[in-house]
C-alpha cells in the first residue's frame, strides 16, 4: 500500500532529490538525530506547491512529516543550500537530453 508521501514524491523523483540534499547537522554534545524523515517532508512542500493550501492546513499526520514547523525549517535549510536550483537544473537537462538537445543551436527547427 502506497502513502500520500510515495505518491507525491515516486522512487524516481527521490533518486534526484536525495543527493542533492545537504547532509544532516551534526548535533552538538549528542542529541537525538532527526525523527522525521527528509522525503516525507519533500513530499510536504510538493503538496503545499502543488494545493496552494495554508500551513496550518498541512496534512501532517497523513504526510508523516511531524509538523508544518519542521517542514517550514526545511524548505528553508534546503532553499538557502540551493537544492531546488539545482533540481530544476537537473530536470532541465533530463528534459534536454531526452529531446536530443546537445546545447549546441537550437533543439529543433521550427
Request: glycine letters at 8%; one cysteine or more; proline letters at 11%.
Given at each position: ?84 536550483d539545482q533540481l530544476h537544473l537537473e530536470v532541465l ?18
Open positions: 500500500m502506497t502513502t500520500l508521501a510515495d505518491d507525491l514524491v515516486p522512487d524516481q523523483l527521490w533518486a534526484l532529490v536525495e543527493p542533492l540534499l545537504p547532509a544532516p547537522p551534526r548535533l552538538p554534545y549528542g542529541g537525538r538525530h532527526r525523527a522525521i524523515p527528509d522525503r516525507n517532508c519533500f513530499a510536504a512542500i510538493v503538496y503545499m506547491a502543488r494545493t496552494s493550501t495554508s500551513w496550518r492546513l498541512l496534512p501532517t499526520h497523513e504526510l508523516g512529516c511531524g509538523s508544518p514547523a519542521t517542514v517550514w525549517r526545511r524548505l528553508t535549510k534546503w532553499a538557502k543550500a540551493g537544492v531546488f537537462d533530463r528534459l534536454g537530453n531526452a529531446a536530443g538537445w546537445t546545447g549546441r543551436g537550437p533543439a529543433w527547427t521550427p
